[in-house]
């Protein structure tokens, strides 16, 4: 799969949208080294950023909802406990990229 840069304005001003997250594309459209550095990995940050969200989105519906539906059932803290050691699991599984 292709990363993709969502929108971004060129130095001279134009406004483009669905760019390939390539330096030497960028560069083509008069980015410096370093501006398509940047767009490259902030595309890259977001690639990972969904992936995450929908990883973690997906594992929490199959299997920390179940538990968590235990838990207000049986309202024991071993229920409570297994629910949020799932939810920790989960976010340990799928981190979400620093914002640096």
């Known amino acids: 799969m292709t990363l993709s ?25 008069g980015f410096s080294s370093e501006q398509a550095d940047e767009l490259c990995a902030e595309a890259a940050r977001t690639s ?3 992936n995450s969200l929908a990883a973690r989105r997906t594992l929490y519906m199959t299997e920390a ?13 071993e229920k409570e406990k297994a629910w949020r050691d799932k939810v920790a699991e989960i976010k340990s599984l799928y981190p979400l990229p620093d914002r640096t």
């Open 65 to 77: 909802d179940p538990l968590f539906l235990e838990w207000q059932y049986d309202e024991t803290p």
């Open 5 to 29: 840069i969502k929108t971004a304005v060129t130095p001279n001003g134009e406004h483009l949208i669905n760019i390939p997250a390539d330096p030497e594309i960028l560069a083509q459209l």
């Open 48 to 50: 990972q950023l969904q």
